[in-house]
């Protein structure tokens, strides 16, 4: 790969130790991925905490991993626009999870440094929604699968899928290996998906990402047909994608900023593959995802990814003067940020007061701090995962299924 002097004089130690480790694991990833150069990024969203994930999965060890990488990397500044992703618990919420003290007391350092060293501390999976929200051809470097299918097909933004260090790296030296969908020949689609199926809801199109993950792969979708999306649906749709296969990006003709037709979508060439998504697909999609051995739930999880503003009040003015079936709980994740607001517009008090719980900046499959033995959920992503993390028994259904098994503690299907 070619470097400029500067990135050369990063790389030989003029910044320090810890920068040129930073730059190395970028041109090492660059060189394996094929890159020619770094380029300057301008916005970041890193995993800049001490997962619960990694520490239920690992034990103490982790936690010291993950301060080794922490510690030195917040003794820099960041160079752009830096937003972090979840960790496992808003700190309001240690007690009520029960959080051991050793990872509290990692992740209160951590919090310090971070906010010293210029992290925006957002703590969401969808930062989109609480002000990180870069313009068309921005070149990002973003954690989050689900964020990084949001920031390429919604926004128009480019960002490879990074991991923890990568992230870090590039907020701190402020360079990204330039190769997949950074490049204009990388996003067109390849991929063309016919939708005959009705979508009548932000879960709908969680379907129709899930299936779709499933036959692409690696490749670029472009999605022929569809309704006009909502933030939510779009939301749904791109969390999908990234959890039933491994998609970067899709188009939706006439949505995603650079293709306002289905033919630029495909720059002007016929697809390799083609395939319909119709409504046995979608009828498909929600049962594959059942796993479910009676109708008698514990646990309603919404808010995968992260919940917006209009999400929270739609689900508020649904719960407004009723209440959940004895035994019955509901997580509805957010950031504290979108909580705050809603706290201030009473949205969260009816919430409260319906039985129901603000879960902020992380998710139960994070935190692994949920024991629930049946879950429901709207989210095709937090279904995906409940089932191996949290091991309980899952069914996926719209925003409404979920609340009216909340509200009777028995799921029916209303489709
Ligand atoms: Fe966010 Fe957790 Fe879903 S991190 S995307 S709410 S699995």
Redesign the pocket.
Known sequence: MELTDEQRQIMDGTSGPFLAKCMRWLVEWGDAMGAQRLVPVANTHALVTVPGNLVWGAGQKTIESAMELLRPACQHRVCCHSTT??TFAHEEQYDEIEMPQEQVAAQLEVMDMAHDAGFLMTY???PYLVGNVPLKGEICAWT?S?AVVYANSILGARTTRHGTESAIAAALVGFVPEFGVLLDENRWATLQVDVTAQLHTPTDWGALGYFTGKVAGLEVPVFQGTPQPSQEDAKQLC?ALATGGGVTMCHIAGVTPEAATLEQALDGKPPRRRVTFGESELRNAYSQLRTHTDDAIDTVIL????ASLQEIAEIALYLKGKHLADGVRLWL?TAYATRSNAERLGYAKMIYDAGGYLFCD?????SMRLKAERIVTA?F??AH?ARNMIEAEVIVDNVKGCLDAGLTGRWSDGR
Do not use: D
């Open positions: 992703h979840i969401t999976c969808a989050e689900s969390a808010g995968c990814p992260h994740c992380t998710c139960p499959t994070n989210g992503k937090q995962y």
